[in-house]
């Protein structure tokens, strides 16, 4: 199973019908998508991405499925995500890196990427849970995660099971996943 | 979420209707009720234990939810699984340690640990998966789990896909999960 099925696994458990999500890394649109799906026609997607790009592929993947309604697109940095989503959500989904087929020199970084995250804690109610999935193999992927990493060891263990999940066998820097679960 | 609950989910991508999987670690039960469930009226489940309070226990329980039929006790080391299972499997679990509420000094061990995740990849099909819960916590539990990860890590990546999950805030020698997918 890949880190990003794995992820959508977690993501399933936690988001119901009429849920709220985020997806703080919008790119393709596809975890949009799976979250409008999950979070059904009373659900909400709040979507960011600081590519126009990635906001335009987004709103159409989501037009041509006829989701859109239930997708909020904005164009920001994941770390302003209070800013724009008011209420408590069930499910965070981060992936980290560049947009595919876009520019590989726009990467999110460690110090944006870490205030996005504790972004996301402040805004995640009980039973929700937040996925990461981050590349080590890009200049900077491997400072970003180490500085996730880190924080995440810092978590109060009665508020949150922070789990990481790495593949054992596969070479070429593959994408690792933390998932972050609130009790 | 519980490394064991994590191990659930991961088992019930792969198990279907009619399936046939194996519990190498039967204990007091819980998962094979878990895999029977799964597995339906036209599956079959193996539990392996070399202890007969184990088997009872878990007997009992099927038997209680009317899930009896559907299950083969057999007490015998995992490690010896392929003489008994003469069929390709979708879920193998293996809740590592001893039996709770039993005799803690009576424990796996890594060498017929490590032998039995061996048979198990043998009796594995396309698309199934392996869940080992491991715990460093009690005597020779650390060494058992680096033999594991040791072998794990030498597993081809065109025929396996290996993961293995830690929780990162947690203390106490906390369990961790180790997952095999065939491909």
Request: charged fraction near 20%; aromatic fraction near 8%; glycine fraction near 10%.
């Amino acid at each position: 199973m890949k880190i990003t099925e794995m992820a959508h696994l977690y993501v399933k458990t936690a988001l119901r019908e009429g849920g709220v999500a985020v997806d703080a890394t919008a790119g393709n649109g596809h975890d949009t998508l799976f979250l409008a799906r999950l979070a059904g026609p009373g659900g909400r997607v709040y979507a960011f991405d600081i590519q126009e790009e990635a906001l335009q592929r987004t709103s159409a993947l989501l037009q041509q499925e006829n989701l859109l309604d239930r997708v909020k697109l904005i164009k920001a940095g994941h770390e302003q995500m209070s800013a724009y989503v008011n209420e408590a959500v069930s499910a965070v989904m981060f992936n980290l890196g560049y947009l595919p087929g876009g520019d590989h020199r726009i990467v999110t970084g460690k110090g944006t990427t870490l205030a996005a995250l504790k972004e996301a804690l402040t805004l995640l109610q009980n039973g929700g849970v937040i996925t990461v999935v981050a590349y080590p193999g890009h200049p900077g992927g491997k400072e970003e995660q180490e500085a996730l990493l880190d924080y995440c060891k810092t978590l109060n263990s009665r508020e949150y099971r922070v789990a990481y999940t790495f593949y054992l066998n596969q070479a070429h820097h593959p994408p690792v996943l933390i998932t972050v679960h609130k009790l």
